[in-house]
């Protein structure tokens, strides 16, 4: 998948599996861009996988948590 539909699978991931608003979701996902956290998968195609793409909603999801702590 393109680098843009690796980041539209991840926000939707988010969404879809930890119950936040679709606003929030993409918050993380475009503060997550601006932290250079996806710059290896602009990099590298075999990064950009729909079960990648499930690791990295998960690391975001959680790293969102801490960050509430």
């Known amino acids: 998948m393109t680098y843009e ?6 926000t939707t991931l988010i969404f879809e599996k930890y119950n ?3 606003a929030a979701a993409i918050k993380l996902v ?3 861009q601006d932290a250079e956290f996806f710059v290896r998968h602009d990099d590298d195609k075999k ?4 079960d990648q793409a499930h690791k990295d ?3 975001l999801y ?7 702590k």
């Open 5 to 10: 539909e690796y980041l539209d699978e991840v």
């Open 20 to 22: 936040l608003k679709e």
């Open 30 to 32: 475009v503060d997550a």
């Open 47 to 50: 990064l950009r996988t729909v």
């Open 57 to 59: 909603a998960k690391t």
């Open 62 to 68: 959680q790293a969102s948590l801490a960050k509430k």
